[in-house]
């Protein structure tokens, strides 16, 4: 599967982005799908994951600021942040991951696919 990130940007403090992934070489559907961040110098973290059962999950960071859908055709996500602060800053980026035994088992931070990113500021 292929990932292209968009829709990052410069925002202000309590400002709202909605960042955008479009998979294409096989319908996301089949995978683990995630968001993953790094700030510069920091390590990479999770942000948020959709697992091939449809489950949902917000790291603690955004929790209840967050959320992920997607195109109805399973060939874009989405991730909205509402919120933002400046601790938001980083680069993000969409990842996936084929499920083992039919499970997501994996921490999102070590999906094995990942797009190029796009680059969120928020100041």
């Known amino acids: 599967v292929q990932l292209v990130e968009s829709g990052g940007g410069s925002v202000q403090a309590g400002g709202s982005l909605r960042l955008s992934c479009a998979a294409s070489?096989?319908?996301?559907?089949?995978?683990?799908m995630g968001w993953v961040r790094q700030a510069p110098g920091k390590l990479r973290e999770g942000v948020a994951r959709?697992?091939?059962?449809?489950?949902?999950g917000y790291e603690d960071s955004v929790k209840g600021r967050a959320s992920i859908s997607d195109d109805g055709a399973k060939s874009t996500l989405y991730l909205r942040i509402d919120n933002l602060k400046p601790e938001d800053t980083a680069m993000y980026y969409c990842?996936?991951?084929?499920?083992?035994?039919?499970?997501?088992?994996?921490?999102?931070?070590?999906?094995?696919?990942r797009g190029q990113g796009t680059q969120v500021t928020v100041s």
């Open positions: 070489g096989s319908p996301y559907s089949n995978y683990c």
């Open positions: 990842v996936a991951d084929l499920p083992f035994n039919g499970y997501c088992g994996r921490p999102v931070v070590d999906f094995y696919y």
């Open positions: 959709v697992d091939s059962d449809g489950t949902i």
